[in-house]
């Protein structure tokens, strides 16, 4: 991982260097049989799911021991990397693919991960039983912001932070003032940066949950069918 070592915006310790070694190893391996992700190229994989996963930590490090939902995880992102960033964080990584989650179990054994568990279920039907209950939850799943925002802001406890991995163009299109406005949540933060190698613009807009609502997230046909 010398490459990562000297791409990375945050400097990295020998043992999280061994460790993201390890994870590209162990999902390198596994995705011989499993489709995990279609991005398997050393560099690309260094750049786009480890580095972008955390390079917020540059400029926000999380809470030690905070509990941290990562929602449509797939393969381990942002999760996995923000976990090895930050190993006293207690991490749910959650995705309705079967297979994925049990990668998922496979590898955080293999790296040793500790405090980490696994939801096997769709974000609508965790929420119900986890209203009140993350300090933080982040997310690089493809729904829309507003689809998105009525998931999770639930799932977290008042003045929780919500990190949402979106592109500069998403940002631009989407219009999530509403949204905000139902769900009792301010924007907290905006990080813009560039990735390595000219692997193009990423955005993470943070926000903050400042009172909780009773009676979201709805069922999901009907977010689908009427967004906030």
């Known amino acids: 991982m010398k490459q990562l070592?000297?791409?990375?915006p945050v400097q990295l310790t020998e043992k999280q260097l061994e460790l993201f070694q390890k994870l590209y190893e162990e999902m390198i391996i596994y995705n011989e049989h499993t489709n995990l992700t279609s991005i398997t190229k050393e560099t690309d994989v260094i750049v786009k799911h480890f580095i972008d996963s955390y390079w917020v930590l540059k400029d926000h490090p999380f809470?030690?021991?905070s509990t941290?939902?990562?929602?449509?995880?797939?393969?381990?992102?942002?999760?996995?990397?923000?976990?090895?960033?930050?190993?006293t964080l207690?991490?749910?990584?959650l995705d309705s693919n079967l297979k994925k989650i049990q990668y998922l179990k496979h590898v955080s054994e293999q790296l040793e991960l500790t405090h980490t568990t696994f939801a096997y279920e769709r974000a609508e039907d965790h929420?119900?039983?986890n209203l009140n209950h993350y300090d933080i939850i982040v997310s690089r799943a493809t729904a829309n912001m507003s689809t998105l925002l009525e998931l999770c802001i639930p799932m977290l406890r008042e003045n929780g932070l919500l990190y949402l991995y979106v592109t500069p163009q998403q940002i631009a299109s989407e219009n999530i003032m509403n949204a905000l406005k139902i769900l009792k949540?301010?924007?907290?933060?905006?990080?813009?940066?560039?990735?390595?190698?000219?692997?193009g613009k990423r955005s993470v807009m943070v926000f903050k949950k400042q009172k909780h609502v009773i009676g979201y997230p709805r069922p999901y046909a009907i977010i689908l069918k009427k967004g906030l």
Request: charged share 25%.
């Open 5 to 8: 070592k000297a791409l990375s």
């Open 63 to 65: 809470p030690k021991h």
């Open 68 to 87: 941290i939902l990562d929602v449509g995880t797939g393969p381990g992102y942002p999760g996995l990397p923000l976990k090895i960033m930050e190993p």
């Open 90 to 93: 207690k991490l749910t990584l």
């Open 127 to 129: 929420a119900k039983k």
């Open 185 to 199: 949540t301010t924007t907290f933060n905006k990080h813009d940066y560039e990735l390595p190698l000219e692997y």
